[in-house]
């Protein structure tokens, strides 16, 4: 067995040193067994990419139920060990985490656009009573939902005032 050493030439290309006799048809061989061995990797990488993204779409449809790990794994027929680890990768959030911060988005959202009460957003958010709804939400944005309510009320009317005088 021939070992290959490689030689950059003046045009920056690497190119096999072929003093040990290696012809180039054992190196394009070579070459032709790595490639897709490469095309492989990325095939994976986008196989991870679009099994996340199925993921955040069931969260999208279903943030509003009692949704699991367990669940989206059992219905994409996924193992949740494996589910969890990717989804974490491509995502850089637990899926647990990514579920509470898309409720949470849509909570401000309703708290500016409707005038749910805090019982009826808790419960179309899936959770199991007002308080706990209302210290996961001060937990994450550092004020109740009334608390950001009232500030978007303030500048809603503050925008109004303005327009008014100008």
Request: net charge positive.
């Amino acid at each position: 067995m021939h070992a290959v050493s490689y030689a950059v030439s003046e045009e920056q290309d690497v190119v096999p040193d072929l003093q040990n006799g290696q012809p180039r048809e054992r190196w394009s061989e070579k070459i032709a067994f790595i490639k897709p061995y490469t095309l492989g990797l990325d095939h994976k990488t986008t196989e991870t990419k679009q099994l996340s993204a199925l993921v955040i779409s069931i969260i999208e449809q279903e943030y509003h139920t009692d949704l699991t790990l367990e669940a989206c794994a059992s219905r994409l027929f996924y193992n949740v060990s494996y589910l969890s680890r990717v989804f974490r990768r491509e995502t850089s959030m637990s899926f647990r985490d990514f579920l509470m911060d898309y409720r949470f988005r849509m909570a401000k959202r309703w708290l500016v656009e409707t005038d749910w009460t805090i019982k009826e957003l808790s419960e179309r958010l899936a959770f199991k009573n007002p308080q706990n709804f209302i210290r996961s939400f001060r937990k994450q944005e550092g004020m109740t939902p009334g608390q950001y309510r009232q500030m978007f009320e303030q500048r809603k009317k503050a925008k109004s005032l303005v327009s008014a005088i100008g």
